[in-house]
DNA sequence: TATTTTTGATATGTCCTACAAAAGAACAAT
DNA sequence: ATTGTTCTTTTGTAGGACATATCAAAAATA
């Protein structure tokens, strides 16, 4: 076997620590009980002494969990299984600086990807108050459509009021969490474009039109976006 | 002002412990310096020192920065600022059996979102042998669509080749760590729906239909799922 | 001189003990 | 019955000790 392949047939050795193993079993231990929100935990000495570890170990482990918000813990009581922020975690990375650019380029298609398929789901959800406040943010961009920071923040608040008018509350803070993401990369264009769809454009497909004429509308709203993507 | 609004009134008090609070200064002092991964960090003596907090807290911290790939640390050469794996941490916590219904509905709905927003990235990435690729997998379900597992095994193949086929890996990334999630979400299905477009109709779309065909020959054929969404 | 070996220093990983602080539990006082 | 007190348990924090891995420099060798 040629030597290049070297460094693909070996695996690279990751020292796990001890917390990291509790940290597994615990999860694990979780799971497989089948535990339910509220249900109570043998405390951490009791996790130690079962575990073989020292109760060290097991609270770096643990602060890790409580971290994802999987245990809660209480003096006296102890600690207790709780529901998880799905994207809480998610959040604590999300930063454009560190995130090396091909990642970032695939959250933001992710986002093309999402802006696309929204239609049904909206067309499913929207009142008509939503519509009127939407073309409110709308009109609003008209008026001072001159100032950069302006023109970013009304485009984040009408693309925010979409998602918000889906009424899932994850996608809207998801959306909510790559705002950043989005905001880093478009700063990097130097010249703001204007899609041939306008806001307006779209908020009038939202009152009279269908939602296959809503999908082709942001298609072109975002098609300068798309135009971009590498082949 | 009445008895009864107190409990809304009042906001919870969350104890913060120090290993929180250590955990949010590292993250900020990480971002602020703008340090690039690779770069040194100071030891957990110095740190602790820095914020007057016990090593033991400073390490809890730090462990739940190892936990999200934020820090990596080796014996004597100390701590290196790394790039955090962004799905990685979202993996630890999707358990469908601890999530809540909502939100296992809105993920269900965010699955939908995406796969009706792909056809776009899809046609720009497709390649013949992907497609002859997607065939043969479409081809193996009528062969024996008997059993359940190999339906939804089958099914799982199919879309997930799709991701696949977007060239997009964070995208196919989050598919695979929805699919538990999926799974769950259909075995509560008694009898399993096929809709109108097969997925040979849609590998023939792809091969000589046009994406806007696409997008229609996916959402019927998920149509029966979003039948079920609530109004 | 160049290369290998040995040695030493240093930072993390783990364990231990101790104590402060919070909070439930039991009991006493009003 | 409600309020206040005390007790006890469990987490939160501190600090010391030592093993272990690993880098760096000194020493030994060719």
Do not use: H, M, S
């Given at each position: 076997m040629p030597l290049t392949n070297l460094s693909s047939e070996l695996k690279r050795i990751d020292q796990k620590t001890m917390a990291d193993v509790v940290e597994v079993q615990l999860r694990d231990y979780l799971k497989k009980k089948s535990f339910k929100p509220g249900d109570p935990l043998p405390n951490e000495m009791?996790?130690?002494a079962s575990l073989g570890v020292s109760r060290n170990v097991v609270r770096e482990a643990l602060s890790r969990l409580r971290m994802l918000g999987m245990v809660e813990t209480k003096?006296?009581?102890g600690m207790l299984l709780s529901r998880p922020d799905i994207l809480g975690s998610f959040e604590r990375v999300l930063d454009p600086l560190i995130i090396d650019d091909t990642t970032l380029q695939d959250?933001?298609?992710?986002?093309?990807?999402?802006?696309?398929?929204?239609?049904?789901?909206?067309?499913?959800?929207?009142t008509k108050k939503d519509v009127e406040e939407l073309e409110q943010i709308a009109k609003n961009q008209k008026v001072d459509s001159g100032k950069l920071t302006f023109r970013i923040k009304n485009e984040i608040a009408f693309h925010g009021k979409i998602y918000q008018m889906t009424g899932n509350d994850t996608l809207k803070r998801f959306q909510n969490m790559l705002l950043p993401i989005f905001g880093y990369l478009v700063s990097l264009e130097k010249v703001p474009i204007i899609g041939k769809v306008t806001h307006m454009d779209l908020v009038n497909i939202l009152k009279n039109g269908t939602k296959e004429e809503f999908r082709q509308g942001m298609l072109q709203h975002l098609q300068h976006h798309f135009d971009k993507l590498r082949k």
């Open positions: 009791q996790l130690a003096k006296k009581r959250i933001f298609e992710l986002r093309l990807t999402l802006e696309v398929g929204l239609a049904d789901i909206l067309y499913l959800r929207k």
